[in-house]
């Protein structure tokens, strides 16, 4: 699993309602990458996951509006699509 996936997987595990999707992509960013904040603001991988998070895709995390990211979701999504289609 690469660190980006780790952080998505983190995310999840450590949503509250009481905070942001965003804020919580931020907080298992910094904890995946501590020395690195070029890494902890990337955008495409954060992006993916709150695309997903928009579409209720990722468990425990309701349906909302996460991100401006349009084509990293549309990406996301399409993957997916293609996914359930072919496993």
């Not at 509250?16 to 931020?26: A, D, G, P, R």
């Not at 960013?29 to 991988?45: G, I």
């Not at 993916?48 to 991100?67: A, M, Q, S």
């Amino acid at each position: 699993m690469n660190n980006y996936a780790l952080t998505a997987l983190k995310s999840a595990q450590n949503y509250k309602s009481s905070y942001s999707t965003i804020e919580i992509w931020s907080r298992s960013a910094k904890e995946v990458f501590p020395n690195s904040k070029s890494s902890q603001e990337k955008s495409c991988p954060k992006g993916t996951f709150l695309g997903l998070c928009e579409d209720g895709l990722v468990k425990g995390i309701p349906k909302g509006n996460y991100t401006k990211s349009v084509k990293n979701k549309e990406y996301a999504l399409k993957a997916i699509e293609i996914l359930i289609k072919t496993v």
